[in-house]
T-cell receptor
Framework: ELKVEQNPLFLSMQEGKNYTIYCNYSTTSDRLYWYRQDPGKSLESLFVLLSNGAVKQEGRLMASLDTKARLSTLHITAAVHDLSATYFCAVDGANSGNTPLVFGKGTRLSVIA | GAVVSQHPSRVICKSGTSVKIECRSLDFQATTMFWYRQFPKQSLMLMATSNEGSKATYEQGVEKDKFLINHASLTLSTLTVTSAHPEDSSFYIC???????????????FGSGTRLTVV
């Protein structure tokens, strides 16, 4: 059974600081997804990482994937209040066909002044 | 492209009644759709995989007689919560995968979610 673990689950950080969210998964996969969820809303896609060593950046967020270590990171640079949200990583374990994503528990990020 | 429309966005119903939630793929055909449930401050939990023209596959612990899924066409899947109880109150989200990947998110598109409150 594919398991996806995120840490930390809660993160309170000051504006301007840097931090990293970690996502470990239990089976071989070279497709990993990061999503953002605001309260009361559905998921917003942030990054899709499709191969070992993939790195993608958008604004203050950068995601990377190490398939050998089964680890992905989401790095936050110089956090701003607008980044406050819950961040989920998800893995498509089967690497084929129409299989559902398995989600981590999410990291609730609060950026404070 | 690859938009999934979910309706209604919010519904309040009385205990014992049934509620239908629709999930439509607007610009692609989705042979498979996924239904998730999310309780407050928790992650998404897969309820079932909906397959066009065949029976849905339910995850362990999900009552198939209570959560009826119909995927009658390549663009529409419905989730009906039958005889709803307050403990069924939750946020329900559907997802579909556009064939051949595509788009920024490699094909996994999520509906906007349905907030169900059973009173």
């Amino acid at each position: 059974e594919l398991k996806v673990e995120q840490n930390p689950l809660f993160l309170s950080m000051q504006e301007g600081k840097n931090y990293t969210i970690y996502c470990n998964y239990s089976t071989t996969s070279d497709r990993l997804y990061w999503y953002r969820q605001d309260p009361g809303k559905s998921l917003e896609s942030l990054f899709v990482l499709l191969s070992n060593g993939a790195v993608k950046q958008e604004g203050r967020l950068m995601a990377s994937l190490d398939t050998k270590a089964r680890l992905s990171t989401l790095h936050i640079t110089a956090a701003v209040h607008d980044l406050s949200a819950t961040y989920f990583c998800a893995v498509d374990g089967a690497n084929s066909g129409n299989t559902p994503l398995v989600f981590g528990k999410g990291t609730r990020l609060s950026v404070i002044a | 492209g690859a938009v999934v429309s979910q309706h209604p966005s919010r519904v309040i119903c009385k205990s014992g009644t049934s509620v239908k939630i629709e999930c439509r793929s607007l610009d692609f055909q989705a042979t498979t759709m996924f239904w998730y449930r999310q309780f407050p401050k928790q992650s998404l939990m897969l309820m079932a995989t909906s397959n066009e023209g065949s029976k849905a596959t339910y995850e362990q612990g999900v009552e198939k007689d209570k959560f009826l899924i119909n995927h009658a066409s390549l663009t529409l899947s419905t989730l009906t919560v039958t005889s709803a109880h307050p403990e069924d109150s939750s946020f329900y989200i559907c997802s579909a995968r556009a064939p051949g990947g595509g788009l920024f998110n490699y094909g996994y598109t999520f509906g906007s979610g349905t907030r169900l409150t059973v009173v």
